[in-house]
């Protein structure tokens, strides 16, 4: 019996001491943090604010009439001067109005002319063909200025940045159906210049621009202050406009951008 109880003892001491002199895992150390590559502005003391780029000029156009899209004559992307076409509706009630008003001041014309050289005839007649005459030139005028409300035309040099209409679709009035906007000057607003900052800011200041997207840094200058204040989580906030000194190439309309203006 003795025995017995030995030989299990001396099992579970071994057993023990292998155990405990087994080596235990030790973690791998960490690896050492990369420091990332500086972006950004490099600050010297001025007044910063976060901001957007937008275009110099832009506008939202809808239609001041309900009708059918007609054509769509651009495309995203295309260049159009001030007075091109851009979209037509079909509308074939003023088109008409304008052939009837057309035809109407043709013949007021042949009467007005046919009692002109009259000078045996009394000249109230004559008067009287006169005065119905430019009655039509005016409805003329009036159907013109209708149906060139079926058509959409650039209002300045621009872009076409987005058509929300395709062929075929309906026009409601006031609906946006084209966004245009000058892609070739771009300027950057800032989006959170607080009331206690822009109090610093005037006109003409020297600014430093970078631009995430396109990691650039470039320079402008204070163009615009707003006069009117706008709220962004709670807080009192100025835009302030920037115009650039040299626009950089891919700069494209709300990519974001950090400003630093300098105030002194």
Same mark, same amino acid.
């Given at each position: 019996m003795?025995?017995?109880?030995?030989t299990?003892?001396?099992?579970?001491?071994?057993?023990?001491?292998?155990c405990?002199?087994?080596?235990?895992?030790?973690?791998?150390p960490?690896?050492?943090a990369t420091?990332?590559?500086?972006?950004?502005?490099?600050?010297?003391?001025?007044v910063?604010?976060?901001?957007?780029?937008?275009?110099a000029?832009?506008?939202?156009?809808?239609?001041v009439?309900?009708?059918?899209?007609?054509e769509?004559?651009?495309?995203?992307?295309?260049?159009?001067?001030a007075?091109?076409?851009?979209?037509s509706?079909?509308?074939?009630?003023?088109?008409?109005?304008?052939k009837?008003?057309?035809?109407?001041?043709?013949?007021?014309?042949?009467?007005?002319?046919?009692?002109?050289?009259? +000078?045996?005839?009394p000249? %109230?007649?004559r *008067? @009287?063909a006169?005065?119905?005459?430019?009655g039509?030139? =005016?409805?003329? !005028?009036?159907a013109?200025a209708?149906?060139?409300q079926t058509?959409?035309?650039?209002?300045f040099?621009a872009?076409?940045?987005?058509?929300?209409?395709?062929?075929?679709?309906?026009?409601?009035?006031g609906?946006?159906?084209?966004?245009?906007?000058?892609?070739?000057?771009?300027?950057?607003k800032?989006?959170?210049?607080?009331?206690r900052?822009?109090?610093a800011?005037?006109?003409?200041?020297?600014a430093?621009?970078y631009?995430?997207?396109?990691?650039?840094?470039?320079?402008?200058k204070?163009?615009?202050?707003s006069?009117?204040?706008?709220?962004?989580?709670?807080?009192?906030? +100025?835009p302030?406009?920037i %115009?650039?000194? *040299? @626009?950089?190439?891919?700069?494209l309309w709300g990519?974001? =951008?950090e400003? !630093?203006?300098?105030?002194?």
């Amino acid at each position: 019996m003795k025995k017995i109880f030995w030989t299990t003892f001396l099992a579970l001491t071994v057993t023990l001491a292998a155990c405990s002199s087994a080596p235990t895992s030790t973690p791998p150390p960490a690896a050492p943090a990369t420091a990332s590559a500086p972006t950004g502005l490099i600050l010297s003391g001025g007044v910063v604010a976060s901001a957007d780029v937008v275009p110099a000029q832009d506008t939202h156009m809808s239609f001041v009439v309900s009708a059918p899209v007609k054509e769509v004559l651009v495309k995203t992307g295309d260049v159009v001067t001030a007075g091109q076409a851009l979209i037509s509706l079909y509308s074939p009630d003023l088109e008409l109005s304008v052939k009837a008003a057309e035809l109407a001041v043709q013949s007021a014309n042949l009467e007005y002319q046919y009692w002109i050289p009259r +000078y045996d005839r009394p000249p %109230e007649r004559r *008067e @009287q063909a006169k005065a119905e005459l430019d009655g039509v030139n =005016a409805k003329l !005028e009036t159907a013109k200025a209708l149906f060139a409300q079926t058509t959409l035309v650039a209002p300045f040099d621009a872009t076409v940045l987005d058509i929300k209409i395709q062929p075929g679709e309906y026009a409601q009035a006031g609906q946006i159906v084209i966004v245009l906007g000058d892609a070739a000057h771009m300027q950057i607003k800032t989006t959170d210049l607080s009331e206690r900052d822009v109090t610093a800011v005037q006109i003409g200041q020297s600014a430093n621009v970078y631009i995430e997207a396109l990691d650039v840094t470039v320079t402008g200058k204070v163009l615009q202050i707003s006069p009117v204040s706008e709220t962004v989580g709670g807080d009192v906030v +100025y835009p302030v406009t920037i %115009e650039l000194d *040299e @626009q950089p190439a891919g700069l494209l309309w709300g990519m974001s =951008a950090e400003v !630093e203006i300098q105030i002194e």
